[in-house]
């Protein structure tokens, strides 16, 4: 089921906040979603959990949303380079959850993380494939940027 919405301005904006959650949309494939993006171009959430595999081709649809700020990839099959798309393409990233995600790699993780330098949130929950490099950098740059 496919849902989309706008919520309550933010406090500090005029403009609303559009979210579009395509989770477990288990017929909707690549061309169509990228159809859909391409005319949903304020959106600033998009949710795709338990989506099927992201690949580069995927991520490079995202480039369109310059407004984008929150990807939710929960359960997603992924690739080292489909990750390293989504951290080109999303440049006003802010929030990436890749809880239970397949294919997430410390290569694709540590480009985002170094991409994204201001992201507040990122959820790998259940990544097993991470080893400590990336996250030993991400957890010096919170420490570093709270001072």
């Known amino acids: 089921?496919?849902?989309?919405?706008?919520?309550?301005?933010?406090?500090?904006?005029?403009?609303?906040?559009?979210?579009?959650?395509?989770?477990?949309?288990?017929?909707?494939?690549h061309k169509g979603l990228a159809s859909v993006l391409n005319v949903?171009?304020?959106l600033r959430q998009l949710i795709l959990a338990y989506y099927s595999l992201v690949t580069p081709s995927l991520a490079s649809s995202l480039q369109k949303l310059g407004k984008l700020?929150?990807?939710?990839?929960?359960?997603?099959?992924?690739?080292?380079?489909g990750l390293i798309?989504?951290?080109?393409?999303?440049?006003a990233l802010k929030e990436l959850?890749?809880?239970k995600c397949s294919g997430v790699t410390d290569e694709?993780?540590?480009y985002v993380v170094a991409k994204h330098r201001d992201l507040l949130k990122?959820?790998?929950?259940?990544?097993?494939?991470i080893?400590?490099?990336?996250?030993?950098?991400?957890?010096?740059?919170?420490?570093?940027?709270?001072?």
Do not use: W, Y
Request: with cysteine.
């Open 1 to 29: 089921m496919m849902a989309m919405s706008s919520l309550a301005p933010d406090k500090n904006a005029s403009h609303f906040r559009h979210v579009l959650n395509v989770s477990n949309c288990d017929h909707m494939g």
């Open 40 to 42: 949903a171009t304020g």
């Open 69 to 81: 700020e929150s990807i939710k990839l929960d359960g997603c099959s992924m690739t080292t380079s």
């Open 85 to 91: 798309a989504i951290g080109s393409s999303c440049i």
């Open 97 to 99: 959850s890749l809880s």
């Open 108 to 110: 694709g993780l540590s």
């Open 122 to 129: 990122l959820d790998i929950t259940c990544c097993r494939m």
């Open 131 to 147: 080893l400590m490099p990336p996250l030993q950098a991400l957890l010096a740059h919170a420490l570093h940027s709270s001072h």
